[in-house]
């Protein structure tokens, strides 16, 4: 099961490899285009990999890479020529390869003449299908080998691959070409200054039989998945900014999440938000509700979607090899798993301890947005689900505080974000021992019994509301009396097995800041550690101090700096009134990503900002990855303290952006059942198309505390006031 770590991976994808992603197929190649064997490289379809190779020669010389480009998440054009065997550096044979990834492969394979005679060329393609696991390549394990047959018919070549009695194939339609063994050959003649082309495809085939062709475009010229998106980009909000730099990070913030999006198989009307690519482009309860509600400002049916789908997978018994119980919020979904390499052939894992209190902190800003009331209440009982799981299973030992301690040798040693083997350590280097509390998972239960209250005094259950609140206020005096180190000026990342406070200085204590669950007079110390040299890399704020006995800078969780995170602290800082620090933290990330072309991937290292000027690349960071796609889009709403509340008739806006953003135009943005345009010039906001009974307040935005507050004073005064939160 060590497939289930993040940090498990195969190694480099190799320099200037090429990531495609749509819904859940994913392509990875090198920068030639080629998918090379013996590299986490493929064409993976439903976590198998159905190519693994896909190489291309001209005359038996390989394509020698000149430029890859990425037209958008699931298109690119790789450029390459093919060198000259007479010594001379000029080719005039150029390889044109346009990509595109769907429920397959579709690729334009053309070779330009440059010169001025006829070249006569043979093009090999060839082909391989090992039909490996998803997490086999991930961790470089390919252990079964699958007994494989070929067969050419009518322009197709078919692979069929058979282990044990599991059937899979892949059908290469590959038009005017000699197959034989494991190559496509092509004996052509390219014209003097001119070219040569054929498409190539390539599709699944479970049982053998041909695939159907792959979609070609049609009269309007566009592919699926240009129409798809086409109407993602019709439904999100358009945006200008005076710093382009930052207009094209959000741009490509957007262009990444659409295509990270997914259908759930069984109600294909609700689309959520995969993890991320290569590895995860699937369902996370984690992940992908982060990433949705980050994503709330430019589409909130995502979150709705999510906790849709998430319900519909809670658990409802015990399970040790899944660590599956009841009105537990799944871990990942995995859509593959006839191999029974991972949790005995199941396909839900549940091994995360914050994935259901987020769901209900979920449930809870989804209820602001304006859903239809029918639409929250067919949640409710998942909801309830949800927080009886935190009282009966999540408080493992009675103590008040949420723990986690996997159920089997095989599931994830820690069960928070830092779900690395060594991502929750004392300030010595020295390991925790579980069962471990994480102050982060504290706060997400904080929020989360706050959030079912709000719902429930709406609702007029007031008893439910007031036993919720009174588990919300008890949490919080006992975090801050258990968790707070007070001669270190900061909150234990955890607390262990024997009740210890595990006292490494660590980015999770910014969560807390979110969530509102530090209290106000040690929010200055918690501010000034987390900006401090030893936190905050010029780049972004580190996961683990640099004086720690565990930090290394390239690490997966102990001293790298990751977009969502800090994007999480940002919000929190400006929940306390941080306003200069959340600044600083928003422009390292958006000059971060400039050094990515506007992408901020899944994580980089933690070397100063001082000590080499550009961020240094972790290895094998997810690129796309949805709660780094996401961390844009939250870091500019927090910064606009933009925050509709539906239900109350307002919406929050009193902008603190910085200067050098300068000013920001939004339209087509969501809000309820309509769409508005936002302002920003300078720190002046305006709004245009509020829907009846809505109003602009300035001021902070309202928080869930503030919310359940308000709801009880309405049902005790039995009356709406004219203006709810202030």
Known sequence: MAGWNADTAAGPLGAGSVTLVEGSSFCISSSNGDIQAGRPHGLFVADVRILSIWRVTVDGQALEPLTAETKEPFRAAFVARIPRSDGYADSPLIVERLREVGAGLQEQLIVHNYSQEPAECVIVLEVGADYADLFEVKEARVRRRWEETREADDQMLTIRGSWQDLRKGTAIHVPGADVSGKTVRYRVS???????????TVLPTDDGAHAPAFAHSEGDGLSPRDRRRREWVAKIPVLQVTNRSVERTLRRSYDDLGALRIEDPQHPERVVVAAGAPWFMTLFGRDS????????????????????????????????????????ILHEVRLDVSSGLSLGGKSNYYGSVDATPLFLMVLGAVSRWGFAADTIKALLPHADRAVDWIVNYGDKDGDGFVEYQRLNDQGLVNQGWKDSWDGINFADGTLAEPPIALCEVQAYVYVAYLSRAWLAYDAGDMALGNDLTDRAARLKKQFNEQFWIPERGYYAIALDGRKRQVDACASNMGHCLLQGLIDEDKAPQVAAHLMSPEMFSGWGVRTLASNMGAYNPASYHNGSVWPHDNAIIAAGL???????????????????AEFSDGRLPELFCGFSRDHLATPVPYPTACSPQAWSATAPIQIVSSLMRYDPVVSAGGVWLDPVLPQSFGDLHISNAPLGNGRITIDI????????GLPPGMALHRGHRPWMSELVEEAVRRRVNARPTSNPLR
Do not use: C, N
């Open 681 to 688: 010039a300078g720190s002046v906001p305006s709004i245009k």
């Open 574 to 592: 400006l929940r306390y009134g941080f306003v200069a620090e959340a600044q600083r933290i928003a422009t390292g990330m958006m000059d971060a």
């Open 190 to 200: 390219v014209p003097a200054h001119g070219q040569w082309s054929t498409v190539l």
């Open 289 to 328: 509700l982060w990433a949705s509600v980050m994503a709330m400002p430019v589409d909130p049916s995502l979150a709705l979607g999510t906790l849709q789908t998430l319900a519909d997978r809670q658990g409802t018994v015990v399970d040790p090899m899944t660590e599956e119980e009841p009105g537990k």
